[in-house]
């Protein structure tokens, strides 16, 4: 018998012993999504999020804190090259509030996801009159 070609090999991988090309269309695998621990479902008019509300305590201030407008953003991307295949799949907010900083993370648990995703990031930068990152411009 001779060598299996490399797409045969590959393609043997996925499941039922035959190459992807000679599988029956329409009927995929469902893919198992892992929402990190602590994230709860957020309804948008697109559908569910994922996310993390918390409160972190800044210590013992002297006097009032001074007031800040200001929300802070950071992202996690796929890569750092740019363009296509690169996408954001979480961010976090964080903003002074009156018992410490309010930390918002958001999750992009399927790409399918990416308009609930942004719909509830834009509510949250909403909330501030500006916006500082780190890597941003």
């Known amino acids: 018998m001779p060598p299996a070609s490399l797409r045969d090999r590959l393609g043997s991988l996925a499941g039922d012993g035959r190459p992807t090309w000679q599988r029956a269309p329409g009927r995929r695998p469902e893919v198992e999504r892992q929402v990190p621990r ?3 479902p957020a309804d948008t008019p697109y ?10 305590p ?7 804190a001074p007031p800040s407008l200001h929300a802070y953003l950071d992202t996690e991307t796929t890569g750092l090259a740019g363009g296509t295949g690169t996408q954001v799949f979480a961010a976090s907010v964080c903003r002074p509030g ?10 992009l648990a ?10 509830l990031l834009q509510q949250e930068l909403l ?8 890597n941003g411009s």
């Open 98 to 107: 009156p018992n410490g900083l309010q930390l918002t993370q958001l999750f």
């Open 47 to 56: 559908g569910p999020t994922w996310r993390l509300l918390d409160v972190l």
């Open 127 to 134: 909330a501030a009159g500006a916006i500082a990152t780190y």
């Open 38 to 40: 602590g994230f709860e």
């Open 110 to 119: 399927d790409p399918a996801g990416e308009p609930a995703f942004l719909h």
């Open 58 to 64: 800044v210590g013992r201030l002297v006097g009032p």
